[in-house]
């Protein structure tokens, strides 16, 4: 049988860490508290279809506890988690309108956390996998002090680590320090995330291309040229693919391994789309291109965009580098005609 490299997720941390000798062992040591939070969660989340089942009724449980939704519930739990370590000065959830401070009796550290809770909740009932997304990135106002929303709106270039975890058949982290992606499935017989896909590099192309084209009549009509393209051509002998989950941890997922072109676009109904920037946007162009991907808004690099709000939204077009060249080409080309 060949040898099996044993990487833990905490020891691949460490062992990165070795690469830096500046390193002060703080990123190593968050990654490590995200990676448990993610084991929380990914528990949770598994037990989602049996609420009914064990007794859970209403709004509360057999014991009067109050049963809150998982998005909820995840929100907490990496609040919870990452709050108290001393590594932090502020954070910010897609589930809070504004910035989350660090509680005072807590030591006030130098980086910053964004996170979407549990990207693609609405599919929990249908059993279509979700995931967590996260950003860090190091604050920019003076140490010692309270982190501010200032520290919360940097580009996305700025980011020192980005991830996420996706619960499906398995649970699985990937993340980045921007040198190389990583992917590690949770064993669940002993608790451990387990490297099982080492140094994730995205293919050059893809014959894959994900989006919702119940919304076609409310494209530009570059994106509309665009997808013709694609169905009206072949990639390697054979028709080019549609796959559309709803759930962005899960398609991205799925276009980082296999390739392909992920777009979430701006149109008549929605001037900048509907994923948000920090949350969403941001650390997913982050881990794209640190595989060797590409990702846009149509016009501008997504990690160029400068942020003017926590929530705020952007059109995507994110995967494989030659596929989002070309369906920029025919958004710039469409754009010169009119």
């Known amino acids: 049988m060949p040898a099996t490299r044993f990487m833990t997720l905490h020891r691949h941390i460490l062992e990165g860490e070795k690469m830096h000798p500046e390193a002060t ?79 005072k009796k807590h030591k006030i ?39 501010t929303l200032k520290d919360c709106l940097q580009e996305g270039y700025r980011q020192v680590a980005a991830g996420y975890v996706i619960y499906g058949s398995s649970t699985m982290l990937v993340y980045t320090a921007g040198h190389g992606v990583y992917g590690f499935t949770l064993d669940p017989a002993f608790g451990e995330f387990l490297l099982s896909h080492d140094n994730i590099k995205i293919p050059a192309n893809g014959r894959i291309y994900s989006l919702n084209e119940g919304n076609y009549l409310y494209w530009p009509q570059g994106l509309k040229n665009y997808i013709k393209h694609l ?37 008549r109904r929605n001037e900048f789309g509907k994923l948000r920037l920090m949350y969403e946007c941001n650390p997913m162009a982050f881990i794209v291109e640190a595989a060797g991907g ?39 080309e469409n754009k010169s005609a009119e």
């Open 109 to 147: 550290g130098k980086y910053v956390l964004l996170f979407d809770p549990l990207d693609g909740s609405s599919n929990i009932d249908a059993n279509v996998s979700i995931g967590t997304i996260f950003t860090i990135y190091k604050r920019i106002t003076p140490d010692g002090e309270p982190g």
């Open 294 to 332: 590409r990702a846009t808004n149509g016009n501008q690099r997504i990690l160029d965009l400068k942020p003017e709000s926590l929530h705020q939204r952007t059109p995507i077009y994110i995967g494989s580098p030659e596929d989002v060249l070309l369906v920029e080409k025919f958004l710039h």
């Open 25 to 103: 062992g703080e990123l190593s040591a968050l990654l490590s508290q995200l990676g448990l939070a993610a084991k929380v969660i990914s528990l949770e989340v598994n037990k989602a279809g049996l609420v009914d089942i064990i007794g859970f009724t209403g709004d509360s449980n057999v014991h009067g506890e109050q049963v809150k939704k998982l998005d909820i519930f995840a929100h907490e739990i990496l609040i919870k988690a990452m709050d108290h370590g001393g590594h932090f000065c502020v954070m910010a959830s897609e589930e809070e309108e504004d910035i989350i401070h660090i509680p």
């Open 231 to 267: 169905q009206s051509n072949l990639y390697n002998g054979k028709p080019f693919q549609a796959r559309y989950i709803g759930s962005m941890v899960a398609d991205i997922h799925r276009t980082l391994l296999y390739g392909g072109i992920f777009i979430y676009p701006s149109d």
